[in-house]
DNA sequence: CTACAAAACTAACGTTTGTTAGTTAGAATC
DNA sequence: GATTCTAACTAACAAACGTTAGTTTTGTAG
């Protein structure tokens, strides 16, 4: 079963997933550095100082967060990459894979696209190399697509970044606009970013 | 001409506007939360007290950016639709609109995409106010272009979302790649957005 | 009933933050 | 030559920050 991980930790069983879960929430609304202690402890209903009893510093909490999302889009992404078919298939898979994740971990989506810099040190330079290698992975579909006449001719970066920016920005939508079916979304998504609109 | 006073305010003619120029360029970086008093004073080679001699605080500094910007999409957004034309036409003019204002002022779209909800009071009022009527002035033309024929039947919030999540991210990728022709780019976002890619 | 672990508390620490007050050097104006 | 203006400075403040240490409460197993 796919996010079984992160199913599991969004349920919030234990007291730390708890905190976790609460910042990623307060994360998303005013941004990590926003953010106190005082602020995630305040809305768990307990004092700054008891948040440390279960986690060891406010950078676990971002790292926790962005590492363990950044890992399912990787695992994903190779899961896309040794599936057989054309590429435009692919792509399509990539859409759903976006989509499954924003609809599953939607707080923690917010985390990983705005504040991944501040995460520090070994975790900083494993979030970079992961999101280059996702993007990297994706370049070369595209490409092979273009090339074997499936994809229009344009610039593969322009239509990397079409379809990535729009997907990257899909959680801030997905529940502004009350939650449409998951299905029909991911439909509506595949058809306007393939085909177009017009 | 149009962009005069952002144009004015780019080239940074008085110390307030290189303070705020300098300021645009570390909100980039680390958003608006993370960028200190002391950052901005010693990438100007000043002390963080000699800043006060020309803006009130840090919250003009942001506000400046924020609402120059927000003006200049509004005013292109009333352009736009006393323009005759059809509905794809003008859809057009609007991504080239966003095309214009990202590679006259990429740095201070940043604060306008991550860090508006830190401003205050009216400023922040207003802000959310445009910000309503430029979405709802895009949604309405989608849902014209949808009734007379020229559009996909699609939901019209998933075009207006795909469109404008793709153009608000612009400003990252532009300039990381090589900065290309704005022409060109132009050309090929209109034809990615609206064609699609297969 | 006791022992223990989990999870909360109070109090405080050393820094960093945005900002203010008062001062000074140099250039422009009268 | 005196005055005013501009734009920098030093010094410091009060508040807020992440975090630590030590203590108390609470629930559970022997």
Request: aromatic residues 8%.
């Amino acid at each position: 079963m796919l996010f079984t991980y992160l199913a599991a930790s969004m349920s919030g069983n234990t007291r730390k997933e708890e905190i976790i879960m609460v910042a990623s929430r307060l994360f998303k609304e005013k941004g990590y550095t926003a953010v106190t202690m005082r602020d995630i402890a305040q809305t768990m209903g307990i004092k700054a100082a008891s948040l440390y009893n279960h986690i060891s510093g406010k950078q676990e909490l971002l790292s926790r967060l962005v590492l363990r999302l950044a890992e399912e889009f990787t695992k994903g992404m190779e899961a896309v990459q040794e599936q057989p078919g054309s590429e435009v298939s692919k792509i399509k898979r990539i859409i759903e894979l976006h989509i499954d994740i924003t609809v599953n971990a939607s707080e923690a989506l917010a985390a990983l696209n705005n504040d991944w810099m501040h995460l520090e040190g070994e975790d900083l330079k494993r979030f970079v190399h992961m999101r280059e290698a996702y993007e990297e992975n994706f370049r070369s579909i595209i490409k092979k697509g273009i090339e074997n006449g499936e994809l229009q001719p344009h610039h593969p970066e322009v239509i990397l970044f079409s379809i990535l920016s729009t997907l990257r920005t899909l959680y801030i939508w997905y529940q502004k606009r009350g939650k449409l079916d998951v299905n029909v979304l991911k439909k509506d998504m595949v058809s306007v970013l393939l085909r177009g609109i017009v």
